[in-house]
């Protein structure tokens, strides 16, 4: 695809921060995450990259996702994956590796507490 073709890929507009790693670097670097989809991100951080070089970028909820650095201006610069993501996971809640039943005693669902007053309103005293 060339540029103009690329435009119209759905991107979630959102701020993560990651942390990114540079092929054939040591040191780790905090990014911030300002757009993402399935096929790369546009990244914001003091790192010094250039077009083409190999990248490695840890996302929340997803993990280290491969890429290449695609453009480069300023401070942002755009990243495109190898492998394909889902953009979605990103956007949720971190798991805190608890099973849903531990997680649902300290929710509340409003629905059963809305049936639960319900019911209560039709009991005879």
């Given at each position: 695809?060339?540029?103009?073709?690329?435009?119209q890929v759905g991107r979630d507009s959102l701020f993560l921060l990651a942390q990114l790693r540079v092929d054939g670097r040591d040191e780790e670097y905090?990014?911030?995450?300002?757009?993402?989809?399935?096929?790369?991100m546009m990244?914001?951080?003091?790192?010094?990259?250039?077009?083409g070089v190999l990248v490695s970028v840890d996302l929340r909820n997803i993990g280290p996702?491969?890429?290449?650095?695609?453009?480069?201006?300023?401070?942002?610069f755009g990243?495109?994956?190898?492998?394909?993501?889902?953009p979605k996971l990103a956007r949720a809640p971190v798991s805190n590796g608890t099973s849903d039943a531990e997680n649902?005693?300290?929710s509340r669902n409003p629905a059963a507490s809305?049936?639960?007053r319900s019911d209560a309103s039709l009991r005879k005293l």
């Open positions: 695809m060339d540029n103009i073709d690329t435009r905090r990014v911030k995450v300002r757009n993402l989809s399935a096929g790369g990244a914001e951080g003091a790192v010094k990259v250039a077009r996702v491969e890429g290449s650095v695609a453009w480069k201006q300023d401070d942002r990243i495109a994956f190898l492998e394909e993501i889902d649902s005693r300290f809305k049936e639960r």
